[in-house]
C-alpha cells in the first residue's frame, strides 16, 4: 500500500510534533540542571573542544584525537556522578523519545520502524469508517451457530452452515492471496444473514496489514459521488482527493447495493467506479440483498456483465442473525 503525499505529510507531522516535544523537554531539563550544576555546562564544553579538535586532525592531517571516546565516556560518567548527587536521575539529560528505537523519526536505518507501521495502520482504520465497529465485527467474533445445520437449501444444494464453511474458505484465501492477485467479491443473500459482519471481517484483517480499505454503504457512495458531480460549494481540490480515495483504495467496500434510488445518474456512476477499479487492478467487494434476478433487472447490461464476469459471487444462506440475536438476549 502507497500512501498519497497528503497521508504520508499528515502521518510524518506527528513525527515533526513529537521531536520538537523532545526538544523542548531537554532545553528545559538542562536549563534546570544548570541552576542546580553550573558545572555541567563547563563538562559538556569540554566535550565539545575535545570533538572539534578530532575532527580538525581528521581532517588537515589525517590523524584521530587518541581515545577520544573514552574521554567523552569519562566526562559523561562525571556528569551522571553529578546529577546523582543532587538528586537527578543519572539519565536525567538524556532525550525523552516516545519511541527509543528510531528516537521518533519514523525510520531505522531507511526502513519504516514499528511505530510508524502502527501509525499507518492506525491512519487507515480512522479513514475507513470502520474504527469502532471492526472491535466488534471480525472473526473472533464470528461464530457458525448462528447458520442452520437441520435443512439443505435448493439454492445451494447444501446446509447454511455448510455453505458458510465454504464461504469462509473462499474469504480468506480472498485474504491471503490480497498482495498477489487482484479478486472481487459479490456477497448475496437475505436481510439478516451476515453480509455485512463477513465485510466487516475482511475489512480488519487487511487494515491490519497496512492496506487502505474504504467502507460505503451504497447510499453513502451515491450521494459522494453526486457531490462530486454537483456540489459547488467544494473545491475541485476537495472533490477530486475524495473520489480518488474511492477509486484508488486497495479494497472498497459497497455495502446494501440497492438501497439506492436508482437512475440514470447513479447507474453509471456505479458503472464508472466497477470499470475504473477493475482497469486499475483494485479490488472491490458488494453486498446486496437483491437475487441475482433482482440485479440483472434493476442495473443495465453492462453493469451486470461486469459483476458477473470479474467477481467471485457467494450467496449466503440462513436465517435472520439480528433477529435470533435478539430473541437470544430476550
Do not use: W
Amino acid at each position: 500500500m502507497i500512501l498519497t503525499n497528503s497521508q504520508y505529510e499528515q502521518l510524518m507531522s506527528k513525527y515533526y510534533d513529537k521531536q520538537l516535544k523532545t526538544k523542548h523537554i531537554s532545553e528545559e531539563r538542562y536549563q534546570e540542571v544548570l541552576s542546580a550544576i553550573p558545572a555541567i555546562r563547563d563538562l559538556d564544553e569540554n566535550i565539545r573542544q575535545m570533538s572539534l579538535s578530532h575532527a580538525k586532525a581528521s581532517l588537515t592531517h589525517g590523524k584521530q584525537t587518541e581515545n577520544l571516546q573514552e574521554k567523552i565516556n569519562a566526562i559523561t560518567q562525571e556528569k551522571e556522578q553529578l546529577l546523582t548527587t543532587h538528586g537527578f536521575p543519572a539519565d536525567y539529560l538524556k532525550p525523552v523519545y516516545d519511541c527509543p528505537d528510531c528516537k521518533d523519526t519514523g525510520y531505522i536505518n531507511g526502513r519504516k520502524c514499528h511505530c510508524f507501521e502502527k501509525e499507518i495502520v492506525n491512519f487507515l482504520y480512522s479513514q475507513s469508517n470502520l474504527q469502532e465497529v471492526l472491535e466488534r465485527e471480525n472473526f473472533s467474533h464470528f461464530h457458525l451457530d448462528f447458520y442452520p445445520d437441520d435443512y439443505t437449501e435448493e439454492a445451494t444444494g447444501q446446509t447454511p452452515r455448510d455453505n458458510m464453511r465454504n464461504i469462509l474458505v473462499t474469504v480468506k484465501n480472498f485474504i491471503k492471496n490480497f498482495d498477489n492477485t487482484c479478486e472481487n467479491l459479490l456477497l448475496y443473500g437475505n436481510t439478516g444473514v451476515g453480509k455485512t459482519f463477513l465485510t466487516n471481517c475482511i475489512a480488519k484483517e487487511l487494515l491490519d496489514c497496512s492496506h487502505t480499505v474504504v467502507y460505503l454503504t451504497s447510499l453513502k457512495l451515491f450521494d459522494i459521488l453526486e457531490s462530486y458531480k454537483f456540489d459547488r460549494d467544494l473545491s475541485q481540490i476537495e472533490k477530486n482527493a475524495t473520489v480518488s480515495y474511492i477509486l484508488d483504495s486497495d479494497l472498497l467496500i459497497i455495502d446494501d447495493l440497492g438501497t439506492e434510488l436508482n437512475n440514470s445518474f447513479t447507474s453509471s456512476q456505479l458503472y464508472h467506479c466497477i470499470d475504473t477499479r477493475l482497469n486499475n487492478n483494485r479490488s472491490t467487494i458488494i453486498s446486496t440483498n437483491f437475487s441475482f434476478d433482482d440485479l440483472r433487472e434493476q442495473y443495465s447490461e453492462r453493469i451486470f456483465s461486469r459483476i458477473t464476469s470479474n467477481y467471485i459471487l457467494l450467496k449466503i444462506t440462513g436465517d435472520d442473525i439480528r433477529l435470533k440475536k435478539a430473541i437470544m438476549q430476550h
